[in-house]
C-alpha cells in the first residue's frame, strides 16, 4: 500500500528566503506526482505535476524535482513571499487512478 | 468554466440524520473523486468514478456511506446515519482524461458538522 510522507509538517520563514518542502513515498511505481496549494477553508489548487519519466518541472518560481529510485520528490520556492503561505500537499497516482495524498507541510511567510 | 461545484458549502446537522453531499464535475471531464479531509487523517479518497461507473470505492469507511452518479453532470455522497466523527471536510474533484499528463481540479469542499 502506497504510503506518503510530507517534512516538515510546518515551515516559518522570513519574506525573501528560498526554502524547500519534502515528499516522500514508499512504492516508486508511480504514474506521476503532483504538488497542490491549500489556503484555508479552500479546495485544491495544482502547482505542478512531473509524469514518472521527468526528473523536475518548473512554473516561475517554484520547481519540483522527482527521484523515483529514492522515493522522493521536493517542491523548491525561491525568494519566498507572504502570498505563498499556505499547506502544500504531494500526491502519488498510482497505476490505475488511485491518488494518495500526504499530510502536508504548512508554510508561513513572514513580511 | 466555473469549476468544480459543491453544495452545500457548509453543512451542520445532528447524529442519525441522513446527509446528502453533491458534486457538479466540470463539463467533459470523465473521471470523478470523493475525498474527505480531517486533521488526524489528512486527505483521504473515498470513492471514484470512471464515465460514470464506482471504479474503487475501497476508501468508504462503512456501509452508512454512498455515492452516486447518474450522470455525467452530477454526482452525490449519502451519509445515512450520520455520526459525530463524520465531522470532516468533503471534496469533489474532477479529471479530464484518464491520462499520465491530467491534474485533477478540486472544488471548495462541503465541511460538514454532525453534532
Known amino acids: 500500500k502506497q504510503e506518503v510522507t510530507q517534512i516538515p509538517a510546518a515551515l516559518s520563514v522570513p519574506e525573501g528566503e528560498n526554502l524547500v518542502l519534502n515528499c516522500s513515498f514508499t512504492?516508486?511505481?508511480?504514474?506521476?506526482l503532483q504538488w497542490f496549494r491549500q489556503d484555508p477553508g479552500k479546495g485544491l489548487t495544482s502547482l505542478l505535476l512531473?509524469?514518472?519519466?521527468?526528473r523536475e518541472q518548473t512554473s516561475g518560481r517554484l520547481n519540483a524535482s522527482l527521484d523515483k529510485s529514492s522515493g522522493r520528490s521536493t517542491l523548491y520556492i525561491a525568494a519566498s513571499q507572504p502570498g505563498d503561505s499556505a499547506t502544500y500537499l504531494c500526491?502519488?497516482?498510482?497505476?490505475?487512478?488511485?491518488?494518495?495524498f500526504g499530510p502536508g507541510t504548512r508554510l508561513s511567510v513572514l513580511p | 468554466d466555473a469549476g468544480v461545484i459543491q453544495s452545500p458549502r457548509h453543512e451542520v446537522t445532528e447524529m442519525g440524520q441522513e446527509v446528502t453531499l453533491r458534486c457538479k464535475p466540470i463539463?467533459?471531464?470523465?473521471?470523478l473523486f470523493w475525498y474527505r479531509q480531517t486533521m488526524m487523517r489528512g486527505l483521504e479518497l473515498l470513492i471514484y468514478?470512471?464515465?460514470?461507473?464506482?471504479?474503487?470505492d475501497s476508501g468508504m469507511p462503512e456501509d452508512r456511506f454512498s455515492a452516486k452518479m447518474p450522470n455525467a453532470s452530477f454526482s452525490t455522497l449519502k451519509i445515512q446515519p450520520s455520526e459525530p466523527r463524520d465531522s470532516a471536510v468533503y471534496f469533489c474533484a474532477s479529471l479530464p482524461i484518464a491520462g499520465v499528463t491530467d491534474t485533477q481540479y478540486f472544488g471548495p469542499g462541503t465541511r460538514l458538522t454532525v453534532l
Open positions: 500526491a502519488v497516482r498510482n497505476y490505475g487512478q488511485n491518488f494518495v
Open positions: 512504492d516508486s511505481a508511480i504514474y506521476n
Open positions: 463539463s467533459g471531464h470523465n473521471s
Open positions: 512531473i509524469q514518472s519519466s521527468q
Open positions: 468514478f470512471n464515465n460514470n461507473v464506482p471504479i474503487d
